[in-house]
């Protein structure tokens, strides 16, 4: 296993209460086999290279490596002027093998569920909108329509850009070409 960004186990809970999310996830996702981490409130993902033993172990298994695995690794990289190259990493059906010179050091996964980082990611584009408005326009419009709720309406072109933000009575009743912003203001 080759893993592109081998930090990621800094992502991990230290919630005792989470096992899961103290845990490095390798999965596939889509067409790939990817390293997720999560604390619940960041998520990341980085893809990694398997053979195709590690493939279908990945496939069979719940594959949770325990960040302190990931993060002893590290400060021996740190302090004994080991390379992280000098490691050489194997996914096992009940374990996890890094092997350092001659030595084969042997982790066992982690048995808890981890949560469906799936459901976390966008499934029809990437594409995310950054609003920035001025909370005093806000304010005016809420005067406007007497109500504390602004409803910003977003027509959606063809290829999922939006196009020609539309101020919105609260009453207005939406399509499903539009991405609709709603922001409360405080008198």
């Given at each position: 296993?080759?893993?592109s960004?081998?930090?990621?186990?800094?992502?991990?809970?230290?919630?005792?209460?989470r096992?899961?999310?103290?845990?490095?996830?390798?999965?596939?996702?889509?067409?790939?086999?990817?390293?997720?981490?999560?604390?619940?409130?960041?998520?990341?993902?980085?893809?990694?290279?398997?053979?195709?033993?590690?493939?279908?172990?990945?496939?069979?298994?719940?594959?949770?490596?325990?960040?302190?695995?990931?993060?002893?690794?590290?400060?021996?990289t740190?302090?004994?002027?080991?390379?992280?190259?000098?490691?050489?990493?194997?996914?096992?059906?009940?374990?996890?093998?890094?092997?350092?010179?001659?030595?084969?050091?042997?982790?066992?996964?982690?048995?808890?569920?981890?949560?469906?980082?799936?459901?976390?990611?966008?499934?029809?584009?990437?594409?995310?909108?950054?609003?920035?408005?001025n909370?005093?326009?806000?304010?005016?419009?809420?005067?406007?329509?007497?109500?504390?709720?602004?409803?910003?309406?977003?027509?959606?072109?063809?290829?999922?850009?939006?196009?020609?933000?539309?101020?919105?009575?609260?009453?207005?009743?939406?399509?499903?070409?539009?991405?609709?912003?709603?922001?409360?203001?405080?008198?």
């Open positions: 296993m080759k893993i960004y081998f930090d990621i186990y800094k992502i991990c809970s230290d919630d005792d209460f096992p899961a999310m103290q845990c490095v996830k390798i999965a596939k996702f889509k067409e790939n086999y990817v390293a997720v981490a999560t604390d619940s409130f960041k998520l990341k993902i980085v893809s990694v290279e398997l053979s195709d033993n590690e493939k279908e172990i990945v496939e069979k298994f719940n594959i949770l490596i325990p960040s302190e695995i990931f993060k002893r690794i590290k400060k021996n740190n302090t004994r002027k080991i390379n992280l190259n000098d490691y050489e990493f194997k996914l096992g059906e009940t374990s996890f093998i890094y092997k350092l010179f001659d030595y084969d050091l042997y982790a066992e996964y982690c048995k808890e569920e981890f949560p469906p980082f799936q459901s976390a990611i966008p499934k029809l584009n990437g594409n995310h909108i950054t609003l920035a408005l909370p005093s326009f806000l304010k005016e419009i809420s005067k406007e329509f007497d109500d504390p709720l602004v409803i910003l309406k977003f027509e959606v072109d063809e290829k999922g850009i939006c196009r020609k933000p539309i101020l919105v009575n609260p009453q207005y009743d939406n399509t499903s070409r539009n991405i609709i912003m709603c922001a409360r203001v405080n008198q």
